[in-house]
Nanobody, 118 residues
Framework: QVQLVESGGGLVQAGGSLRLSCAAS????????MAWFRQAPGKERENVAD???????SYADSVKGRFTISQNNAKNTVYLQMNSLKPEDTAVYYC????????????WGQGTQVTVSS
């Protein structure tokens, strides 16, 4: 089992920044993918950003150039730096984790609310 604990959400004005953290513990994998998803009320869940154990990253078009995903391997922690936030970024943000060869994310954090006011 892998446990994920998120932190860092909150309320920010448009144009501001927030940094989310996700700490993984338990039986972690040597080859893994960690991701940030978000879900706004009435909308489908969106995969915002991914990072592999190798450091390779990918982003949704909606956040490219504004969000940066990074990791601290020593701390088993992944970060999502969110800059130039927009009201449409308002959502509950979830951290997810899987073995690289798996097709689905089996481990999820509890979610953290991000609210961007206009």
């Amino acid at each position: 089992q892998v446990q994920l604990v998120e932190s860092g959400g909150g309320l920010v004005q448009a144009g501001g920044s927030l940094r989310l953290s996700c700490a993984a513990s338990g039986r972690t994998f040597s080859t893994y993918v960690m991701a940030w998803f978000r879900q706004a009320p009435g909308k489908e869940r969106e995969n915002v950003a991914d990072i592999l154990w190798s450091g390779a990253t990918s982003y949704a078009d909606s956040v490219k150039g504004r969000f940066t995903i990074s990791q601290n391997n020593a701390k088993n922690t992944v970060y999502l730096q969110m800059n130039s936030l927009k009201p449409e970024d308002t959502a509950v943000y979830y951290c997810a984790y899987k073995n690289y060869v798996w097709s689905t994310y089996d481990y999820w954090g509890q979610g953290t609310q991000v609210t961007v006011s206009s």
